[in-house]
């Protein structure tokens, strides 16, 4: 037996899948807005950087790119995550957002490792920078990167949404390194230390390693289908097993559908299979209001004939 009939069932998903499409839509709009933005300041910054025979600008121009590319697969990711459940993919396509997050981290990764040999071959072998030129594109990058912050934050649900946090995560890398080239650009301009850019930017990319980690560990986790953080199996069985009418909770499943919805599957023993309509409608509102857990399936269970045979047995043996 399952936890409400079908008609109910099919109500929650709607329900569950309109809302992830509301948050899809505003993360695909804002994802459309930075995209754009980061796209024109990378020509803008190429064209500066070959104006002005920086390698350091031409370098971050690329770099501005490899983000753009990140933000398109966000953007797809987004745009596939509004498309319905259908007979072969019943739960939707929400979990693409996961594969797309997990993508911008190995890609983050690899920019990293690309920007981190550079900065070594750069402390091996100084070259000439034009602070000036990186000064003033430093400090425009930096106030492009944090406007494309503030769309992607104010999109949807940014917290739980792995692709959208995918996408902050490159932009503010890309803020991070605005900060570290304004920052050179002023050293070098009136101290002439150019092994400042390349030690700035190794520490930078330190600060995103540890991001690009935990965004990869929790879409692992989640790919994965690992309890969701913030609940625990233990205390969900133990509370469903106090509800009235309850007698065993096992084979209890906690997983998550996407980086917003978690689902649960149990099975139920219970004493009476006739209080079978009301125990179940208890937990379900038990999961969905302390847990927020909307999407369940429970199979209901009779109390083994031994067991119950062993609970007379010793009643019998008490009361004799």
């Given amino acids: 037996m399952h936890d409400h009939p079908h008609h109910g069932h099919d109500h929650g998903r709607k329900h569950v899948h309109r809302a992830a499409g509301q948050d899809a839509a505003s993360s695909q709009r804002a994802l459309i807005a930075a995209l754009t933005l980061t796209l024109v300041f990378a020509v803008v910054e190429a ?49 693409v957002e996961v594969l797309a997050a997990l993508f911008n981290a190995g890609f983050m990764v690899a920019v ?54 995918g996408a902050l995560l490159h932009v503010m890398g890309d803020a991070l390194g605005s900060v570290a080239a304004l920052a050179s650009g002023l050293v070098i301009r009136y101290t002439g230390w150019t092994p400042i850019d390349p030690l700035l930017s190794i520490g930078i990319c330190t600060l995103i390693a540890g991001s690009t980690w935990r965004l990869a560990r929790e879409a692992i986790h989640t ?38 919805h978690a689902a649960l599957s149990a099975h139920i023993r219970v004493a009476d299979l006739t209080d079978w309509p009301a125990v179940m409608s208890a937990l379900r509102e038990l999961l969905a209001h302390e847990f927020g857990i909307q999407h369940t399936t429970l199979q209901a269970e009779p109390i083994p004939v031994a067991t119950v045979a062993l609970s007379e047995v010793q009643r019998n043996h008490r009361t004799g």
Avoid at 50 to 71: F, Q, R
Avoid at 116 to 144: F, H, K, M, S, Y
């Fill in 47 to 95: 064209i500066a950087g070959w104006l002005a025979g920086s390698l350091a600008l031409m370098s971050d121009a690329g770099h501005m790119v490899t983000d753009s590319l990140s933000l398109g697969v966000a953007l797809i990711a987004a745009s596939i995550a509004l498309r319905p459940p259908s007979a072969r993919m019943s739960y939707g396509y929400s979990r």
């Fill in 223 to 260: 790919l994965m289908e690992g309890v969701p953080h913030g609940l625990s199996t233990p205390d969900i069985g133990n509370r469903m097993a106090s509800v009235a009418g309850v007698s065993e909770v096992h084979d209890l499943h906690i997983w998550s559908m996407d980086a917003r």
């Fill in 112 to 165: 990293i490792l690309l920007i981190g040999w550079n900065a070594i071959e750069r402390l091996r072998t100084p070259q000439r920078v034009d602070g000036d030129t990186v000064i003033w594109i430093g400090a425009l990058g930096l106030a492009v990167n944090l406007l494309v912050a503030w769309i992607l934050s104010r999109s949807g649900d940014h917290e739980h949404n792995l692709n959208t946090r």
